[in-house]
Nanobody, 115 residues
Framework: QVQLVESGGGSGQPGGSLRLSCAVS????????TAWYRQAPGMERESVAD???????SYIDTVNGRFTISRDNALNMFFLEMSNLKPEDTAVYYC?????????WGRGTQVTVSS
């Protein structure tokens, strides 16, 4: 059974930092790209950051320079370090593992940024 479990969400202040983690089981982790998505109330889910098994990363413009995606292939985990948080970062954050044939999602973790 494939499982992706997010942790580390919660509340943060503008300018602050939070770290999200995603623990992956049930797949050969090294054969999947991994990504973080988010969905704000009333908005579509959007891709935030992506990293492949070799460490190649990409980000959407609104988080580039503030968020860092990383992964640990030995632990089957990947992470999203969020800094200089803004209220517009408030959303449910989902982790995803995918390849050409399969896509797996976590259940999401709430991140709320407010003063």
């Amino acid at each position: 059974q494939v499982q992706l479990v997010e942790s580390g969400g919660g509340s943060g202040q503008p300018g602050g930092s939070l770290r999200l983690s995603c623990a992956v089981s049930g797949i050969d982790f090294s054969m999947y790209r991994t990504a973080w998505y988010r969905q704000a109330p009333g908005m579509e889910r959007e891709s935030v950051a992506d990293i492949d098994a070799y460490g190649r990363r990409s980000y959407i413009d609104t988080v580039n320079g503030r968020f860092t995606i990383s992964r640990d292939n030995a632990l089957n985990m990947f992470f999203l370090e969020m800094s200089n948080l803004k209220p517009e970062d408030t959303a449910v954050y989902y982790c995803q593992a995918y390849n050409r044939r399969e896509v797996y999602w976590g259940r999401g973790t709430q991140v709320t940024v407010s003063s």
